[in-house]
DNA sequence: GGCGCCGATGTGAGCGATAACATTCCACCG
DNA sequence: CGGTGGAATGTTATCGCTCACATCGGCGCC
């Protein structure tokens, strides 16, 4: 066990170090903004007094004078879904990289009223912007609602919002069709995510034109909730009701395994008897029984991207309304051509 | 696409509020802040002001006059690990519950200029608290370098730093352990996580311990990082050497995954020739094949235990320095009774 | 040598809120 | 009917910092 750490008062302000560098505490201020014209004597001086005292400019004072926060608000549901927390850690880092900070608040469910206490939680903090991730159509409603003072930016895959980012969902999902139409497969059922998730209905939507434009018929897609349990309980419907198919074209990845079990629990083995694309790429996918084909994301650069975006908007630069990543078909054991 | 936000040029303060209402700013900060005497019909005229502008309180005004920011800052490293982001998603939501705001940052690497940068970056945004998630020892050898003026509540297993919570890997790992030797196995392997992890060291000595207790010799622990491909190399490891065992109790789930791959692609079958348990219980391993046998904790009640804490440092209470959680074993078809 | 200029530094105001104290107003009492 | 007390409201100082402007001092030039 450590020793407790002695806490000290009062902060020390800037007259401290201004009183103990002999020097007025603009003189200060100077020196710690990097400002011109401090003879270099002095500039050192007032460093030493800075580094004796452990002397850290007052983020608020700073903050009423009208300077930049180098803070960020964001706001997500708590899910730990693969796809929104990837996100966040993505622009976590690359906020750490821009010397941003970020606050942080979850809205329990998509009710408007959730969404609006995590925005004003942020908002309290003085955030220089708003990143929204907006997994669900709800959280734009919600957000439609507010008129903000802080410039917002939306990541959601619908492109109803401006800026928004995000990764082409319904390219993905065509990438995934076609693979498994290229291999052979005319019965390809597709299991959803929830209906109210934009990357789920964008998902459903390439699929289906997908599957229309190779003049294939797209039957009615299952609804599950993202979970592995969901797709376990999908997958043994899928065997009841005697459904006919070669392919299953899987809305993420963590479903796909739930599916699998099912099958497998029916002895149907994949990929001999079907074909299973997933999506996400998750890190567990590749060991997987089999191994998952799936689409994967680069959240990592999404992360950047988002706060480029956000350095841009806040700057008053020109951005893109709406830019998009693709995501890129990663091919393992779970498919094969048709027999 | 929505119509760009109007963006006002600055925001009201207390006295357009109050000048609307045609009171004193003071009578404005008594209705926001609910103090008492002030009259009905008082409070209502200042509401509806309030209301007319939507005004906001500014944050940094009052975090000068040293009130209460409600905003705690949260280091952790930017990992995906199920362990520490499930924690940050607990105590977010924790957070959320209080009306507190999270200020994050995460540490790029375990050296000490990473974790002190991602402590400055959330130390300049008026944090009450922080709060900081150690799965690396290194992460604890960095903060005590610092002298912070706020106090500080750790995530860590190893109780070396006060105060502190987790959840108790070395219960876990002794109930893991004790499971497969009730079982009638006396040939376990353990694959361990990565050796500066406080959490895989923990789990590790509650492996040895218990399997000295019950008179039984403990090789030596493979090392994998956590991720589902170390866990994969390890268990062809485990194959080549021609190790000579019937139990494998693993570090985490993924690795748990990364293990039963490889094994089966050896023809080793899961539980019928090996037993396996992981430690984590993540939503993926109830639909392994076979279902995971593993250690589940609860990330949720963490969260809530830590903030109780953080608020209770805050205010200057008695807090106990080492609080621990007990994980729960979850049994399912990837252990069984010894041939 | 005086003037002007510029680099280095200091002074004072003000950001938006709260706390402490001052004032007003009215009801109630002797 | 004046005095008194407490509820309701107003006034002012203050937090730590940056901005705009004031000041100071030395150097170069005519």
Chains 1, 2 share one sequence.
Request: glycine content about 8%; overall charge neutral.
């Amino acid at each position: 066990m450590t020793s407790s750490t002695p806490r000290v008062r009062t902060s020390p302000t800037i007259f401290d170090v201004a009183r103990l560098a002999g020097v007025s505490h603009q003189t200060v201020s100077r020196v710690i903004n990097n400002h011109a014209s401090v003879r270099e004597s002095t500039r050192l001086r007032v460093q030493q007094a800075v580094d004796q005292l452990s002397y850290r400019p007052n983020a608020a004072a700073r903050a009423m004078v009208g300077a930049r926060s180098r803070n960020i608000g964001l706001i997500t549901t708590g899910s730990s879904d693969y796809g929104p927390s990837s996100t966040v850690l993505g622009l976590l880092s690359a906020a750490r990289a821009a010397d941003y900070s970020v606050s942080l608040a979850t809205a329990v469910d998509t009710e408007p009223e959730s969404v609006q206490a995590a925005v004003g939680l942020v908002l309290g903090q003085h955030v220089e912007a708003l990143v929204v991730v907006a997994s669900r159509a709800r959280i734009l409603d919600a957000l439609a609602g507010l008129r903000l003072r802080v410039p917002v930016v939306v990541i959601e895959s619908s492109g109803r919002t401006s800026p928004s980012l995000s990764i082409d969902q319904y390219a993905g999902a065509r990438t995934a069709t076609e693979h498994l139409i290229a291999l052979g497969h005319r019965d390809i059922v597709h299991v959803a995510g929830p209906g109210d998730s934009m990357d789920a209905t964008e998902r459903l939507r390439g699929w289906r034109d997908t599957m229309a434009e190779h003049g294939l018929v797209a039957p009615r897609a299952l609804e599950g909730d993202w979970t592995p349990g969901s797709g376990y309980r999908i997958g043994q419907q899928l065997t009841q009701h005697g459904r006919r198919f070669t392919a299953l074209f899987v809305a993420n990845d963590q479903m796909s395994l739930g599916c699998v079990h099912a099958l497998a629990e029916r002895g149907i083995r994949v990929p001999e008897d079907v074909s299973v694309v997933g999506f996400d790429d998750i890190p567990e996918a590749e060991h997987f029984a089999p191994p998952l084909t799936t689409m994967r994301q680069d959240f990592r650069q999404l992360g950047t991207d988002i706060l480029t975006t956000v350095l841009d908007v806040v700057e008053d630069r020109q951005v893109e309304p709406v830019a998009r990543l693709t995501p890129t078909l990663v091919v393992r054991r779970s498919t094969r051509r048709r027999d």
